[in-house]
């Protein structure tokens, strides 16, 4: 009986590991958006999830170093990526390892390098994007401008291949930031669009087989970002599916660079040996 027991226990542990990950990265989403905006399917995967309004991005508050640590597990003293400005062929901070492409080593090389067969995708809605993802560690990487669209192509995506690690970037939010100011109307309706397109999202997926993160890479104050400030320095974070406790909020600190190694520990995968940040506990 003691045997059966434990067999039976075990295979729950099983059934309940994740399959899949889809991480939706919202350009511009600020922490007070979430707390004013028509955002229901946020709320309802906060409330199956682990979630904080106050983790922390990187310095400087703009795009590309703080997408960059989301994806690779440390900090642009690390990666390399500090400005918007960054291209591989030209930049003045040195990665302190590379990985394939010459690149500091992201969520993608690292996943592949231990699950060569493993189905991994990239949509991105503002093509900047694109530069940051070792090519050759994705089975799909793919600028789709405009975010209905580029949600609509991952969607499609999704379901012609199931893939075991999708991330889809919207961009929508932080242009109605950059022309309306991150206070204003317009921008509270776009994050409502956005969430209507994330709902959309979790409608195909299986949720009961699937960890769910949304990130975001700053905040914004008036019409810019880019500031040392804490408007523009503080983002969401939520993490819902197997494995991740239910309508907890995170109270211990928890940065944008957690991101990464947090997903790869869901999955059974090993962190890179280069980034700085660590699993954040959500179970």
Not at 13 to 32: C, M, T, W
Not at 158 to 167: N, Q, R, T, V
Request: aromatic share 6%.
């Amino acid at each position: 009986m003691k045997n059966l027991l434990l067999f039976a226990f075990s295979a729950a542990i099983v059934l309940a590991a994740p399959k899949h990950v889809v991480i939706i990265g919202v350009d511009g989403l600020s922490v007070e958006a979430l707390r004013k905006a028509e955002v229901p399917h946020l709320k309802k995967l906060m409330a199956r999830g682990a979630w904080t309004l106050r983790a922390r991005g990187v310095l400087p508050t703009v795009s590309s170093p703080n997408w960059m640590s989301i994806i690779a597990g440390a900090g642009p003293e690390q990666h390399g990526v500090d400005s918007n400005e960054w291209e591989r062929f030209n930049h003045a901070i040195q990665p302190v390892c590379a990985g394939p492409e010459k690149i500091f080593p992201t969520i993608f090389s690292q996943w592949k390098s231990q699950r060569p067969n493993a189905q991994l995708a990239v949509i991105h809605d503002w093509q900047g994007f694109g530069r940051l993802v070792e090519k050759e560690s994705t089975n799909e990487t793919r600028h789709v401008k405009g975010s209905p669209a580029a949600m609509a192509a991952a969607i499609a995506y999704w379901k012609e291949h199931k893939p075991d690690l999708l991330f889809v970037h919207l961009d929508d939010v932080d242009h109605a930031g950059h022309d309306k100011t991150w206070e204003s109307p317009e921008y509270l309706q776009a994050v409502a669009a956005a969430d209507r397109l994330i709902g959309q999202m979790l409608e195909a997926l299986p949720l009961d087989q699937t960890v769910v993160a949304i990130v975001a890479d700053h905040g914004g104050t008036e019409k810019k970002h880019g500031n040392p400030s804490m408007r523009e320095l503080e983002v969401p974070w939520i993490l819902a599916g197997p494995g991740v406790a239910r309508g907890r909020e995170l109270t211990e600190a928890v940065y944008s660079l957690d991101t990464a190694p947090t997903v790869l520990s869901l999955m059974g995968l090993r962190p890179h040996a280069c980034w700085t940040g660590r699993a954040v506990p959500v179970k």
